[in-house]
């Protein structure tokens, strides 16, 4: 099936718009790495919310890119996108972006996969922090509910100040 110029024109444009949106992802996974390791964490809530919104364009723009894949005949995985653009001969700049939006979004992928492991090492530590203060061991607690110590050392008589 031989795609129509208005379908290139509406898949190219797609493309282009997927290629910036992706490429605003990886960015933002970028700033959120380096607040990630830096320790940084104020800004990661500002960094959520803008990935939320680049996810949701994302989304969208997949969206009208398979339905112009269905309508040209083509099915919607990476394969009818490859023989999309092996029908037409003179989408040799789709073909570049196309391209471009696969390398970006491996990209992205990994930049999000070592975002993942650096999270999970902040909730580890954190739980660790909050182990030591909630001691799941109540007889190893250094005070007592009544606010005084429990550790033992000495004699066992307590002295009064005063």
Known sequence: MTPTSSSLTELHQCIQDEMSA???????????????ISGETGQLE??????????????????IRKSSLTRSGY???????????????E?????S??????EISRQAKEFNRT???LINRFLTRNQAALNILHRKDPSAALYGPNGQS???LGS???FVAG
Request: charged share 20%; no cysteine.
């Open 22 to 36: 992706m490429s605003a992802f990886a960015k933002v996974l970028k700033l959120e790495q380096a607040a990630l």
């Open 75 to 89: 099915s919607t995985d990476l394969s009818g996108m490859q023989e999309y653009l092996a029908s037409t001969g």
């Open 46 to 63: 500002s960094i959520t919310q803008e990935k939320s919104l680049i996810i949701k364009q994302l989304t969208d723009l997949e969206k």
């Open 156 to 158: 066992g008589r307590g």
């Open 97 to 102: 972006i196309w391209q471009s939006l696969l």
């Open 150 to 152: 429990t550790n033992s």
């Open 91 to 95: 989408a040799a700049e789709t073909k």
């Open 115 to 117: 975002n993942g492991i």
